[in-house]
Every structure is written in C-alpha cells, then in structure tokens.
C-alpha cells in the first residue's frame, strides 16, 4: 500500500527565509506525486506535481519540488518565503497504474508558520 | 473555467439525522472523488465515481454513501450520523485517474 510521511508537524521561518519542507513516500514503483496547500478553512490547492522526466518541477506560488528516487522523497522548496505563504502543505501520492490510480495518500500535513 | 464548486459551505447537524452534500465538478471533468478531514485522521479517502459509477471506496461504514449523475455532480449522503463524522468533506474532481485532482472549498460537517 501506498504512504506518504511529512516528518516536520510544524516548521517557522522568517519572511524572506528559505524553506524546504520534507516529503517520504512509500510505493512499489515510481508513482505521481503533489504538493497542496491549504490555507484555514479552505480546500486544497495544488501547488505542482511530478509525473516523469524532468526531477525537478516547477509550480505556482514560487515553489519547486525535487524528486529523489534513491531516497523516495519530495521535498518541496522556495527561496524566499513571504508571510502570505503561511498556510498547511500537503504531499500527496497517486499510483500510476491498476488499482492505486484511483485515489491520492496524503501525508498528516506540515504547517508552516511565518515571521515578520 | 469554474473551479469545483461545494454546498452547503457550512452544515450543523444533530446525532441521528442525515446529511447530503452536493459537489459541482469542472467543467469536463468525469471523475469525482470524496475525501474526510479530520484532526486526527488527516485527509481519508471515501469514494471515487466515474460516469455515474463508483468505482472505488474507501474504508468508511456503510453510512456513507454517494452517488454521481449524468452531468457529472455528484451528492454524498451520511446517515445515522455520529459525532465523529464532525469533519471538512473535501470534494475533488479530474479528467481521468492519471490526472491531477482539483479539490473544492469543503463542505464543514458539525455533529452535535
């Protein structure tokens, strides 16, 4: 079965700070992979997503996630974070064929809190 | 385009009674899945319909239960509810399994 761990619960960054939030996942072969993020009391927002090819991807907001097969992560990253970035991230996996490809795994989320 | 659209925003409802929630998919998107999200679960899959089917479920008791019409909207219905089914019901919807999902702003369920 598919999973997903985020092992930051909480992470606090200055505004202007770097930041990377860390992603681990556990699947059979390599499988769709999604960062969210959900500000309070909002739906989910896809922030970008790893399919294939390029490791490296690109998404809304500034972000970029890294895929590392050798070490099953996807750590989500920006270089200078805003204080509007304050909200819930989420990685999430899909699988990519037969009977996994239905649904997404999430992990317990890591919340990002950000100073002035 | 519109994104997924959920009502009611926000619902109250007494142990016992039944709720319907109702998700609006994209424009052209077949596919609509459900999700819980609570506390101390996380975010739980339900169930996932496709052309008026389901085609997946969850682990979540019989209570819940959904349904998807031919324009692709789709209601989930819990019964008999219980405290703990106080949670944000997440609706998300996509083209087809190998496609991102697309959530909408949740439905939040209170169960008094």
């Known amino acids: 079965a598919q999973s997903v761990t985020q092992p930051d619960i909480h992470i606090t960054v200055s505004e202007g700070a770097s930041l990377e939030l860390r992603c681990n996942y556990s699947y059979g072969a390599t499988p769709y992979l999604f960062w969210y993020v959900q500000s309070p009391g909002q739906g989910l927002q896809l922030l970008l997503k790893?399919?294939?090819?390029?490791?490296l991807v690109q998404g809304i907001k500034g972000f970029e996630a890294e895929f590392k097969r050798s070490q099953s992560s996807f750590n989500l990253r920006k270089p200078s974070v805003h204080w509007s970035d304050a909200a819930e991230y989420f990685c999430?996996?899909?699988?990519?064929?037969?009977?996994?490809?239905?649904?997404?795994?999430f992990g317990k989320g890591t919340l990002l809190t950000v100073n002035p | 385009k519109a994104g997924v659209t959920q009502t009611p925003r926000y619902l109250i409802k007494t142990r016992g009674q039944q709720v319907t929630l109702s998700c609006s998919p994209i424009?052209?998107?077949?596919?609509v899945s459900w999700y819980q999200q609570t506390p101390g679960q996380g975010l739980q899959f339900l169930f996932e319909?496709?052309?008026?089917?389901?085609?997946n479920k969850g682990n979540f008791p019989g209570r819940f239960s959904g349904r998807q019409f031919s324009n692709s909207r789709s209601e989930m219905n819990v019964s008999t509810l219980e405290l703990g089914d106080s949670a944000l019901y997440l609706c998300a919807s996509t083209i087809s399994a190998g496609h991102e999902q697309y959530f909408g702003p949740g439905t939040r369920l209170t169960v008094t």
């Open positions: 790893y399919f294939s090819g390029d490791t």
């Open positions: 999430a996996v899909k699988g990519n064929s037969g009977g996994s490809n239905y649904k997404l795994t």
């Open positions: 319909y496709f052309s008026e089917t389901q085609r």
């Open positions: 424009s052209g998107h077949r596919s």
